[in-house]
């Protein structure tokens, strides 16, 4: 529904509420003149979008988890969480409520309860106020951006990644390949396929921790560790008795001739990512809204960096320049360059924009890995 239907079946004492906040000039008793007040109001622009810029960092997380979740409606306690999950940073007596956020939502015209007896303690957005939202944000990010001209050289990896999954599975197929008691491949096998693969890699250093992004993202770089998962948990590979071998599903795969859809790889990157970065999909989808012309990938950071949330040691910068644009671009969604005066910059691909854009999973879509073994 949009805000208009919201309206009509709220009590006065809310529509008194939100017509406080946003100072509207009208009867208090009359409800028709309250609903007529509040719209002329939230209708105008400026008013609106000073809304938004006026919101907390807070806020803004928050608003971005609800106006990208294609859900109806939200239950109390999720709306908690999410608030609860909107800030990062504690402090020591710290008093903030996240219930105060919801209130002032509510206050703001941004979430109603439910009319019917079904929906009554559940919790809504308006239709309508969520794709201004998203106006409204994308304005933000935009003005904080730095264009620039094409550069002189930038990687564009197409579907490369579709290919090295199939030479991947050659290389599986061709010969026996054991693995250690944790089910990695020896270091002599892992450079082997290395080699074999279309965008160079070196396999991973001694690192203080390497967890969260895939089961073998511990000992494998992060495009292939990400190539192997992939294949795993499509069950085209099999790991018994410490060797890997195709699985019968792999084997006809391979002789069948056919190639990956882009899709699924993307649908299958948001799902293995998402516990470590749970608004991985939004994030892709302002990438996607931002980046259409080239951008520097400093200004970029600036505009998202707020929005990612620390991953254990793994700061927002790292996430969102090593997780995210890094990764996109070896999904072929993004084109990476650098610029001889403003250092790396960044654009989304036509295929990319077409991938972002056809493709939502929803909220508890996710694959579940087990971090505490691979610390």
């Known amino acids: 529904m949009n805000l208009a239907d919201m309206l009509s079946y709220a009590d006065i004492h809310d529509l008194s509420r939100i017509a406080i906040t946003y100072n509207c000039e009208c ?145 599986v197929g061709q010969q026996e390949i054991l693995l250690t008691a944790e089910n990695y491949m020896y270091k002599r096998y892992l450079q082997q396929v290395l080699d074999r693969l279309s965008v160079k890699e070196e396999p991973v250093g001694r690192t203080a921790w390497r967890f969260g992004y895939g089961r073998m993202c511990k000992e494998y770089p992060n495009r292939f560790s990400f190539i192997y998962d992939y294949c795993y948990f499509h069950e085209l590979i099999t790991e018994s008795n410490q060797a890997l071998t195709l699985s019968p599903k792999g084997a006809e795969w391979l002789a069948s001739g056919a190639q990956e859809d882009l899709l699924q790889v993307y649908r299958f990157w948001l799902r293995l990512y998402k516990g470590a970065i749970p608004n991985l999909q939004s994030l892709a989808y302002w990438m996607e809204k931002l980046t259409k012309q080239w951008v520097t990938v400093a200004s970029l950071k600036t505009a998202l960096i707020p929005l990612v949330r620390p991953f254990y040691y793994d700061s927002p910068e790292s996430i969102l320049e090593q997780r995210i644009v890094h990764m996109m671009m070896h999904l072929g969604l993004l084109r990476l360059g650098q610029h001889d005066e403003k250092g790396a910059v960044v654009q989304m691909t036509r295929l990319g924009s077409s991938i972002v854009q056809g493709i939502y999973v929803a909220e508890d879509d996710l694959i579940v890995l087990p971090f505490d073994n691979r610390l």
Not at 74 to 99: G, H, M, Y
């Open 27 to 171: 009867n208090g008793h009359s409800k028709n003149e309250l609903i007529q007040s509040i719209l002329s109001t939230v209708s105008r622009r400026e008013v609106f979008e000073r809304q938004v810029v006026e919101l907390s960092i807070e806020d803004v997380r928050f608003l971005n988890s609800l106006i990208f979740d294609k859900r109806g409606s939200f239950s109390l306690e999720e709306l908690i969480a999410r608030a609860q999950q909107s800030r990062f940073v504690k402090e020591d007596n710290d008093d903030w409520n996240p219930r105060e956020l919801i209130a002032r939502f509510k206050r703001r015209g941004w979430l109603f309860n439910g009319y019917s007896q079904n929906t009554r303690y559940l919790f809504q957005v308006p239709a309508d106020l969520k794709r201004r939202f998203d106006d409204a944000l994308g304005k933000q990010f935009q003005q904080q951006l730095e264009t620039i001209g094409e550069p002189s050289v930038y990687r564009d990896e197409q579907k490369l990644i579709l290919d090295d999954i199939r030479h991947f599975l050659h290389f």
